[in-house]
């Protein structure tokens, strides 16, 4: 699949993609300003950061902790530091990383196991509000991919909404690649659907974390709060 290589600056694609969601939002009939733009900086460095920061992003989803902390920590010694920044993990996560991740973010999208968030959990400070939490759901049951199976994530919520230090706020999925509007919408359906229900038991939850560069327009079908956006905004990873 060929991605776009914007030509643009990070700025001006930053814009567009807000302009297109306000479109798409108006074209499946969804309220305005229902979806946010969770801007993914994973691999660019800090000062592309704050150039997305200047443009308006807030939200920044980064996958990799140790990467996540030198930016967090340049951008905050910055002589103009991103105080309101909020930094979302959405990568895997392995158990030794919890501390940091608990410590220095304030949403995790990629949990999908209760140890994890048992961890969590535990290691989020006490001078923090509760860790804002999505389960990632594994919507293709491909054994490489993260995320747990779209039937066990019912029990996996219900253990995250008893936990005192984390807030259950969604459910979070990668589907497989795929270039055709209906068929993306196709494989984000099962996962609006059970999002609808989980709704009703766990009123906290209020996030459908979905859509990437490639296919937000169909996830805004599908009900998406919250795209999550790298390449369109920064250009391609290297
Ligand atoms: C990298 C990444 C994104 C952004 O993907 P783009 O195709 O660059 O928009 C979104 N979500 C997750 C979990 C990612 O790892």
Redesign the pocket.
Known sequence: MT?KQPHHSIADNYQQVLASIRSQEDRFHRPADSVHL?T?S?THDADKVRQAYVAGARDF?E?YVQEALDKITALAQSPQPLNDATWHF??PIQSNKTRDIAGEFAWV??VDRLKIAQRLNDQRPDNLPPLNVCVQVNLSNEDSKSGVPLDAAESLCASIAAMPRLQLRGL?A?PAPCAEHEQQRKAFQPLHAAFKELQQRHPTMDTLSIG???D?AAAIAEGSTMI???????G??S
């Open positions: 991605q969770l993914v994973k989803g996958n959405i990568g999208h990629s979070m990668i990437m560069s490639n937000f999550r956006v790298g390449t369109a905004i920064f391609a990873r």
